[in-house]
């Protein structure tokens, strides 16, 4: 099993940054990809951003190529985004997620934190 706890949401202003950060712990090695995926209500969860486990090779959505940078600290078993220039449209809850993988598109695994709240408002 492995438990992931997302931290760093919150409310900023349309243009500003965020940093939000998923602790990983149980049974990880963190050999795993980990990924972040957001959610809005009434919509799927849509995939956000993601770096694989052995390679460290990134993958981001379009929606969000150029301003965020998803990162892995295997040190602390921690792995980020950090969100530049946000806009409202990036309002969602955002999820951290491990196990998953790229075939066409990033499939996420089993694994899911709880999310956090991320607000911009317009």
């Known amino acids: 099993q492995v438990q992931l706890v997302e931290s760093g949401g919150g409310l900023v202003q349309a243009g500003e940054s965020l940093r939000l950060s998923c602790a990983a712990s149980?049974?990880?090695?963190?050999?795993?990809?980990m990924a972040w995926f957001r959610q809005t209500p009434g919509k799927e969860r849509e995939f956000v951003a993601a770096?694989?486990?052995?390679?460290?090779?990134?993958y981001y959505a379009d929606s969000v190529k150029g301003r965020f940078t998803i990162s892995r600290d295997s040190a602390k078993n921690t792995v980020s985004l950090q969100m530049n220039s946000l806009k409202p449209e990036d309002t969602a809850v955002y999820y951290c997620?491990?196990?998953?993988?790229?075939?066409?598109?990033?499939?996420?695994?089993?694994?899911w934190g709880q999310g956090t709240q991320v607000t911009v408002p317009s």
């Open positions: 770096v694989t486990g052995n390679t460290d090779t990134t």
């Open positions: 997620n491990a196990g998953g993988y790229y075939t066409s598109t990033w499939r996420g695994g089993m694994y």
């Open positions: 149980g049974r990880t090695g963190f050999s795993y990809s």
